[in-house]
């Protein structure tokens, strides 16, 4: 199923650069930039992981969030609100966060890990009750996939991309439970790059996201202290219907994986 997936998106950035996108039938969601964050970048390439091609084997395995800003993790564009705030969707402190504008459309945002890494899981905590999570693996570069307005800079996903091409991961709340934290099992897969688009139940309230994460299991000595999972930085009992954790792989059974990349 990834395979054609991956096949379908290559066949769409071909049809772009000929012109004769199949998306671009009807009107198209803006992305804003985020640029990255000034000052010393120390602090962002503070626990970045190495390529998986670099790993050694081992039975020894820790969860790690690719996403997280000092694990090289950027949001690069978000489809409405204070671009400049974005970190706080992905900076570790439960205490910021980034607000999308109310509206029908949800809160889209695009994430760029710093490497293609193996996933299993996203998490998401926001300040209102969520009613669908939705995310795409992207094959390609948000930028040569989608293409950039040269004159303004923005990033122009088609809706019929939206509607018609079918997420990578989805998950539907329940109308009669109130979930402001989820846990999204993904497809094994290697990736890069990130679509995410969240609604809340209450479409006129603006919607804010205080935490994103992609976590993978990567060689402890690569990552001595691993980072806090969800149920560490949120220790209150949170019960997440029907989203259980995936199981862990079986002690002696880790090595690098090789796992057809879903971006390059």
């Known amino acids: 199923m990834l395979k054609q997936r991956h096949s379908i998106l290559s066949k769409l950035v071909t049809l772009i650069f000929c012109g004769l996108s199949p998306y671009f039938v009807g009107t198209a969601q803006d992305l804003i930039p985020v640029l990255p964050p000034e000052g010393d970048s120390a602090d962002q390439l503070a626990n970045v992981i190495p390529s998986p091609d670099l790993w050694t084997d081992t039975t020894d395995a820790v969860d790690f969030d690719f996403a997280r800003f000092s694990s090289g993790g950027r949001v690069t564009y978000v489809g409405s609100g204070d671009g400049d705030r974005a970190s706080g969707m992905i900076d570790g402190d439960p205490a ?3 607000s ?10 695009i994430l760029e890990l710093s490497s293609i890494y193996p996933v299993y899981q996203a998490s998401i905590v926001a300040s209102e009750p969520i ?49 402001t934290f989820l846990t999204i099992s993904l497809p094994e897969a290697s990736v890069r790059y990130l679509l995410v688009r969240v609604f809340g139940k209450d479409a006129n309230k603006p919607l804010e996201v205080s ?5 993978g299991q990567v060689p402890r000595d690569l990552a001595p202290f691993g980072l806090l999972t969800d149920d560490q930085a949120f220790p209150e009992p949170r019960q997440s219907i ?23």
């Open 242 to 264: 029907e989203f259980e954790d995936p199981p862990r792989l079986p002690p002696g059974s880790f090595e690098p994986p090789f796992i057809p990349p879903a971006s390059p």
């Open 96 to 98: 910021t966060s980034f």
């Open 131 to 179: 009613e669908k999570v939705e995310i795409w693996f992207l094959s390609e570069a948000p930028e040569e996939l989608f293409g950039v307005n040269p004159e303004n800079g923005l990033l122009s996903i088609p809706d019929d991309f939206l509607n018609v091409e079918e997420p990578s991961a989805t998950v539907v709340v329940p109308n009669d439970k109130d979930e």
């Open 100 to 109: 999308f504008v109310p509206g029908a459309q949800g809160g889209v945002f």
């Open 211 to 215: 935490r994103f994460s992609v976590i």
